[in-house]
């Protein structure tokens, strides 16, 4: 079946850090791949997306490629600001849509000013 | 106003108990969803429903009951709430993208 698997947290960085979630995914086919970004008390909202393989998805300084030779979808961030600080899932639809999701585990990011 | 909205926010039972919680959606879209979200199992789906017409079984659907009211309304009951069923659900609902209700938080003592 699919799956998810993220790296685990909690992640702890100083403002102005470099930062980067590894995602890893197995499924058949050609799956799109999303990131969500869960803020505290709140429901899960879209940060980015990929649906073929090396598309980069992009928002609010956020990155993520698609690889599907490795089979990952790493998120990454030149500066981190401590109003990012939250809870981040890796997911993946493997109907090409953002249909039926698959969901990691979630990482905690917490940024220190 | 919120694109979907869940009622109640927070809610504690007692075991035994039935519970209903429920959800709305103004954007429209035909598909609508139920999650539960436990501390480092990120979200796992229990109910999902393309229409009005067409309920389906998740991952972990075993206690778990779904009524399909409206386009618009999508409730989960706990028929008899157990302790191991205390965990933060979501409601979601998509179109292309899935958007997702701010959660509720139950409670089963």
Redesign the interface.
């Known amino acids: 079946g699919n799956s998810v698997t993220q790296m685990e947290g909690p992640v702890t960085l100083s403002e102005e850090a470099f930062l980067t979630i590894n995602c890893t995914y197995t499924a058949t086919g050609y799956p799109s791949l999303f990131w969500y970004v869960q803020y505290p008390g709140e429901g899960l909202q879209l940060l980015l997306k990929a649906t073929k393989a090396d598309d980069k998805g992009s928002n609010k300084g956020f990155e993520a490629t698609y690889r599907k030779e490795t089979t990952s979808f790493h998120l990454e961030k030149g500066s981190v600001q401590v109003s990012d600080s939250a809870v981040y899932f890796c997911a993946l639809s493997a109907s090409g849509s953002a249909r039926q999701l698959t969901f990691g585990s979630g990482t905690q990011l917490t940024v220190l000013p | 106003d919120a694109d979907?909205t869940q009622t109640p926010r927070n809610r504690i039972t007692k075991t035994g108990k039935r519970i209903m919680l429920e959800c709305s959606q103004t954007k429209g879209h035909d598909?609508m969803?139920w999650y539960r979200q436990d501390p480092?199992?990120?979200?796992?789906?229990i109910y999902?429903s393309f229409d009005v017409k067409d309920i389906n079984k998740g991952e972990i659907s075993d206690g778990y009951s779904v009524s399909r009211q409206a386009q618009a309304k999508f409730s989960l009951s706990l028929e008899s709430a157990i302790p191991n069923q205390t965990a933060l659900y979501?409601c979601?609902t998509?179109g292309?993208?899935?958007y997702?209700?701010?959660?509720t938080r139950l409670t089963v003592t």
Request: charged content about 10%; aromatic content about 24%.
């Open positions: 979907v598909r969803y480092g199992l990120g979200l796992q789906l999902y979501f979601a998509s292309y993208e899935q997702f209700g701010p959660g």
